[in-house]
């Protein structure tokens, strides 16, 4: 059973150009969630989402930061017109069912750098 | 607003010694707490997890224990061993902690 992959593993953009990370969950999981990790800082939440909806989105910047798991296909983390700011490492967790009583299974992350 | 705290942010001890990681958690209305290995350039791997009903766990050399009252997880790590020596974070699940580098030296 493949665990969650998150792909590329390395993305490099210029400042101004659009980042697209992916994520798919293990198999059989309908939760996602996106966390970031800054150089020398922990991890923190971004974004939670079940398929085809968005159920926490506390953590997302308000601006150029965007999220999506549609019913087919890999969720998707999007940043529009990056900065410097933007350069960490990105993971994404998925669940069978809220976390409540399930943990999370984290993919190898994609670690963002910008020119 | 829940806050994560670990302490020590760093640590380093010589092999075969016994130790003592420490998370708290400001609200105690958690559903579970988990805890990490983070190894350098890889995602995160969960070690143990603790429902809100539950007070301890076990697997292997680790033990984590629960108090919701005092707002306090500890993670103890029997006979260190290099192999030992990455981040550990907890998780309350969100937000995560700043993590605990651990340096066991052989």
């Known amino acids: 059973n493949a665990g969650v992959m998150q792909n590329p593993r390395h993305l490099v953009r210029r400042r101004g150009q659009e980042a697209r990370l992916r994520c798919s969950p293990m198999?059989?999981?309908?939760?996602v969630y996106w966390y970031r990790q800054l150089p020398e800082e922990g991890l923190k939440f971004m974004v939670y989402?079940?398929?085809?909806?968005?159920?926490?989105e506390s953590g997302m910047p308000k601006e150029r930061f965007s999220a999506e798991f549609p019913k087919e296909g890999p969720s998707i983390l999007r940043i529009q017109q990056v900065v410097r700011g933007d350069s960490a490492a990105y993971f994404c967790?998925?669940?069978?069912?809220?976390?409540?009583?399930?943990?999370?299974?984290f993919g190898d992350g994609t670690r963002l750098s910008i020119l | 607003k829940q806050e994560v705290t670990q302490i020590p942010a760093a640590l380093s001890v010589p092999e075969g010694e016994n130790l003592v990681l420490n998370c708290s958690f400001t609200d105690s209305a958690i559903y579970n707490l988990q805890w990490f290995r983070q190894d350098p350039g890889k995602g995160l791997t969960s070690l143990l997890l603790?429902?809100?009903?539950?007070r301890e766990q076990t697997s292997g050399r680790l033990n984590a224990s629960l108090d919701k009252s005092s707002g306090r997880s500890t993670l103890y790590i029997a006979a260190s061993q290099p192999g030992d020596s990455t981040t550990y974070l907890c998780a309350s699940p969100v937000p995560f902690g700043s993590g605990t580098r651990l340096q066991v030296q052989p």
């Open positions: 967790a998925s669940s069978p069912r809220q976390t409540i009583n399930q943990p999370q299974h």
């Open positions: 989402l079940q398929k085809e909806n968005i159920i926490d």
């Open positions: 198999k059989g999981h309908s939760h």
């Open positions: 603790i429902q809100s009903s539950q």
